[in-house]
């Protein structure tokens, strides 16, 4: 598309992009979105895909940001295709309050499946894709597009995004003012460096559970493991990384509208709170007076 390729030449421009005319000095402010959504790329690396939900009450300055990380297994950017995931709730609850909502694309695992590169240093199907590199690039056009400070941007996600969330909290917590990773666990063994030293600051962290979740077990174990493989790591506890429990909850994100029938893969979705709101909630508190 027409405006990926004027983005790609603004971000590459340093170092020449077929088309570009601006030197690095004169190079145009990127602009905020149009209300609705919009499908969007940047160079991180690699061309990487995130799509932006605009609510009309978010023109023209949004209250907040909300990076929403899809999980893993291939859904990707449909998270955000409304009833169909509760993740795509928050477009809903971002409708009424006035927040940005950005849902950032994985790239793919060895198996193909659209994923994240956590902090898990035994996951033998991870892309080994600079993720925190290309969520902090992500965020810093956002910020610049917005002129948004630090302390309005929020990251969640679930299973393998919630990883992910945690991941980033762990070796970039100065971009972020806090985190809601959902159905995720710490790892057993965690990579060099921030992930297993932890965040440089104090970070707010809301954490969700479900006691019956059978992709992310909760006392811990193997990730995802239907093959018998363990192929994917192994992760501690959900006690031990302190989390709110789900009591009788499976894998799915719990939603109140957004209705996902139990399977043997992901368990009993949890129906008495919607995932989407508690988490904005718990966002909105701690906004800025």
């Excluded at 893993?72 to 795509?88: C, Q, T, W």
């Excluded at 309005?152 to 945690?166: A, D, E, P, R």
């Excluded at 440089?200 to 992310?216: I, K, Y």
């Amino acid at each position: 598309m027409a405006r990926s390729l004027r983005l790609a030449c603004l971000i590459i421009l340093a170092t020449g992009c077929a088309g570009a005319t601006n030197p690095p000095d004169e190079t145009p402010a990127l602009q905020p979105y149009r209300a609705g959504l919009t499908d969007d790329s940047l160079i991180a690396g690699v061309r990487r895909r995130f799509r932006v939900y605009v609510p009309t009450a978010a023109i023209p300055t949004p209250k907040a940001i909300v990076l929403v990380l899809h999980g893993g297994g291939g859904e990707g950017l449909d998270v955000s295709n409304l009833g169909g995931h509760p993740l795509s709730v928050f477009r809903t609850v971002a409708d009424r309050e006035g927040f940005l909502v950005v849902y950032p694309e994985g790239l793919p695992a060895l198996d193909g499946r659209l994923g994240w590169t956590d902090c898990r240093a035994d996951n033998l199907q991870s892309s080994g894709a600079d993720d925190v590199g290309f969520l902090s690039s992500l965020i810093a056009q956002l910020r610049q597009r917005y002129t948004m400070p630090t302390a309005k941007v929020f990251m969640t996600g679930g299973s393998n995004g919630g990883q992910m969330t945690l991941a980033f909290a762990a070796r970039a917590a100065d971009q972020v003012a806090a985190i809601a990773p959902g159905s995720a666990n710490l790892p057993e063994t965690a990579l060099a460096g921030g992930c297993s030293s932890g965040p440089s600051r104090p970070l707010p962290v809301l954490l969700t559970h479900g006691s019956e979740d059978p992709a992310m077990p909760y006392p811990g174990g193997c990730v995802a493991n239907l093959g018998g493989a363990c192929n994917r790591g192994r992760v501690i506890g959900a006690e031990a990384t302190r989390w709110w429990q789900l009591v009788g909850a499976g894998h799915t994100a719990p939603s109140r509208t957004v209705l996902i029938p139990a399977a043997p893969s992901r368990g009993t979705q949890n129906r008495d709170v919607e995932f989407a709101e508690v988490v904005w909630a718990f966002f909105k508190s701690r906004l800025p007076d």
